[in-house]
């Protein structure tokens, strides 16, 4: 089992920055994506931003020039800094990952975290 684990988040004023991590364990053998999306209360989930093996990021419409994308070498740390922050920014940002995971044969796994609370308000 592949386990994602979120932190950063919290309240921060219009115009201010926050970091959020996603720490990734388990018996990960490779990744072929991770990234965040993010959910706000009656809306559907969104990409955010994700890194694929292939090197390639992708950002959403709406975060891009604002929100910047890392990890480790590994990829099992990925980070979202996230800068000049709206209130349209405020949700629940999930960590997710695809890739091969185990010990004596290797199999796919789609893992999500619980995700990290983002309020942008005065």
């Known amino acids: 089992q592949v386990q994602l684990v979120e932190s950063g988040g919290g309240l921060v004023l219009p115009g201010g920055s926050l970091r959020l991590s996603c720490a990734a364990s388990g018996t990960i053998i490779s990744i072929n994506d991770m990234g965040w999306y993010r959910q706000a209360p009656g809306k559907e989930r969104e990409l955010v931003a994700s890194?694929?093996?292939?090197?390639?990021?992708n950002y959403g419409e709406s975060v891009k020039g604002r929100f910047t994308i890392s990890s480790d070498s590994a990829k099992t740390m990925v980070y979202l800094q996230m800068d000049s922050l709206k209130p349209d920014d405020t949700a629940v940002y999930l960590c997710?990952?695809?890739?091969?995971?185990?010990?004596?044969?290797?199999?796919?796994?789609?893992?999500w975290g619980q995700g990290t609370q983002v309020t942008v308000s005065s």
């Open positions: 997710h990952a695809t890739g091969l995971m185990g010990l004596l044969s290797s199999r796919p796994f789609v893992s």
């Open positions: 890194f694929s093996r292939g090197g390639a990021i």
